[in-house]
């Protein structure tokens, strides 16, 4: 059974930085399309960045050059690195996982069949 914990939640100011972590069980970091995902209140969920089990990443165009998803294979855990953060980056945060057959991966929720619980992130102005 595929398990993530999401953990790195905090209320920092705006231009500062936080990094996310996904601890992952049940499957191998290196063999899983991985994706981060956020739900500001009031809001739908939407993609933030993705990273292939080939270490390609892609990001959403808001958070490019500012967020850097990364994985420890060591550790089976990803992370998302967050530098500049804005009020609008103010959302719960979701690392989610696809299955092992999709070969690529993806910026739709629906691509997605494991998720985390979500951990908050708070930026103040």
Not at 76 to 81: A, E, K, M
Request: net charge positive; hydrophobic share 30%.
């Amino acid at each position: 059974q595929v398990q993530l914990v999401e953990s790195g939640r905090g209320l920092v100011q705006a231009g500062g930085s936080l990094r996310l972590s996904c601890a992952v069980s049940g499957r191998t970091t290196s063999s899983t399309n991985m994706g981060w995902f956020r739900q500001a209140p009031g809001k739908e969920r939407e993609f933030v960045a993705a990273i292939a089990r080939s270490g390609t990443s892609d990001y959403r165009d808001s958070v490019k050059g500012r967020f850097t998803v990364a994985r420890d294979n060591a550790r089976n855990t990803i992370y998302l690195q967050m530098n500049s953060l804005e009020p609008e980056d103010t959302a719960v945060y979701y690392c989610a996982a696809r299955k092992l057959y999709f070969s690529d991966r993806s910026r739709e929720i629906k691509d997605y069949s494991y998720w985390g619980q979500g951990t908050q992130v708070t930026v103040s102005s």
